[in-house]
T-cell receptor
């Protein structure tokens, strides 16, 4: 299994829809996980952290499933401005916190 | 302004030439990183640095050289550019577990 795997999509959803992405990881010792957002031709920016208890920020909910080794990102009431690529980040195997980025999941929200 | 800057933002060069991409941060973060981003591969780590004068290889270091004589600067050099090094290059620094990225350098090697 690759260190981090994501479905590249694109996920094409109408405004107002609820959409969820998953990200699987191979390092069972990983403690910290993150979701980053990347707009077209721009730099990635931190969206939210994912810890054992999960995390919710407005319309966004991130959860961790250690048993199955995946994290998820749920977006409720999708907006046109949510269109972007969502990158999953997990620590690289073997020690100090060096992040490994997934290839990203593309989301397109249409009117 | 505080943050991470990269220069140049766009660069066209020819095969075999040496190219240096600059990265400067104003926060004094210890860790800095260089990534390349290509379609189908996502972000791949080239080199990283834990502090001044400490650097280490990432996933795809071949053909690249880095240095970190000062905490705030982390230049990336392509010693002899190849077409396969055409990419978007992002520099980042880390505060705790959060990474902050520069705006990227788009490099085209002809």
């Amino acid at each position: 299994r690759k260190e981090v795997e994501q479905d590249p999509g694109p996920f094409n959803v109408p405004e107002g829809a609820t959409v969820a992405f998953n990200c699987t990881y191979s390092n069972s010792a990983s403690q910290s996980f993150f979701w980053y957002r990347q707009d077209c031709r721009k730099e990635p920016k931190l969206l939210m952290s994912v810890y054992s208890s999960g995390n919710e920020d407005g319309r966004f909910t991130a959860q961790l499933n250690r048993a199955s080794q995946y994290i998820s990102l749920l977006i409720r009431d999708s907006k046109l401005s949510d269109s972007a690529t969502y990158l999953c980040v997990v620590p690289r195997s073997g020690g100090s916190y060096i992040p490994t980025f997934g290839r990203g999941t593309s989301l397109i929200v249409h009117p | 302004d505080a943050g991470i800057t990269q220069s140049p933002r766009y660069k066209i060069t020819e095969t075999g030439r040496q190219v240096t991409l600059m990265c400067h941060q104003t926060w004094s973060h210890s860790y800095m990183f260089w990534y390349r981003q290509d379609l189908g591969h996502g972000l791949r780590l080239i080199y990283y640095s834990a502090a001044a004068d400490i650097t280490d290889k990432g996933e795809v270091p071949d053909g690249y050289v880095v240095s970190r004589s000062k905490t705030e600067n982390f230049p990336l050099t392509l010693e002899s550019a190849t077409r396969s090094q055409t990419s978007v290059y992002f520099c980042a620094s880390r505060d705790g577990e959060t990474q902050y990225f520069g705006p990227g350098t788009r490099l085209l090697v002809l």
